[in-house]
């Protein structure tokens, strides 16, 4: 076995080391994800879902692209690990992975563009 020295980066996750103690990231994973959607350049909101926001699953609306709704979802879910803010939203949405609607595509959205405001928001222990 060899030491690798300290741990700076690991399956997505940044990890900086201080004196107050441990901070975990995804900036870099935050990055690639609006990067991927073509959302990098969007307007960024200060709440990653509205207020009230009554989802359902609608028959009547216009479906959106399944496989990636669920794609997005579930790199959602990996980064409601470590930011905690969007945990709420990702679970509303991830309710919706069978037959997703134009609306709910709008709520991943609104998420993407709340990480734009802060991708590198992160938990310190």
Known sequence: MKD?????YFLGIEVARSTTGIFLSQRKYV????????????K???????????LCEDMDQEP????QYQLLVGRLI????TILDIAYAVSVVSQFMHFPNVSHRNVVDRILRYLKSAP?????F
């Open 120 to 124: 590198g928001k992160g938990l310190m």
């Open 44 to 54: 960024p909101v200060d709440t990653p879902i509205e207020m009230n926001n009554k």
């Open 4 to 8: 690798l020295g300290d741990l700076k």
């Open 64 to 67: 959106t692209n399944k496989e």
């Open 31 to 42: 990055l690639d994800v609006l990067t991927e959607t073509g959302m990098l350049g969007c």
């Open 78 to 81: 990996y980064l409601a690990h």
